[in-house]
């Protein structure tokens, strides 16, 4: 059972809009574990070279890259299990696969497929 599922990726035009969601199969994840959205842009196809976006910590606590600082605000609705992404004024360089990852102990240990965001101008 895949333990993590985004899903809100697409197409969109510079300057356009896209929310990510990261389903959690279990109640624990998002309520414990650090949670992050991570991006690996075309050209890196290893999976170290993966650029960490956003994380939230489990009381809330928030932060971001600087390339998407004022852009990108990561939340959790811990009722859902659920991890959102919500994107603004993109710009291309921000075409990447979007995957969702949980850390920070040896329970929280899991990432998602990723879903893919193309901005195009």
């Not at 991570?38 to 489990?58: G, H, S, T, W």
């Not at 995957?99 to 920070?104: E, I, K, S």
Request: proline share 2%; hydrophobic share 30%.
């Amino acid at each position: 059972q895949r333990q993590l599922v985004e899903s809100g990726g697409g197409s969109v035009k510079a300057g356009g809009s896209l929310k990510l969601s990261c389903q959690a199969a279990a109640g624990h994840i998002t309520s414990t574990c650090q949670m992050g959205w991570y991006r690996q842009a075309p050209d890196n196809e290893r999976e170290n070279e993966r650029e960490l976006v956003a994380q939230i910590a489990p009381g809330g606590t928030s932060s971001y890259a600087d390339s998407v600082k004022g852009r990108f605000t990561i939340a959790q609705d811990n009722a859902k299990n659920t991890l959102y992404l919500e994107m603004n004024n993109l710009k291309t360089e921000d075409t990447a696969v979007y995957y969702c990852r949980a850390f920070g102990s040896a329970l929280c240990n899991y990432w998602g497929r990723g879903t893919q965001v193309t901005v195009s101008s």
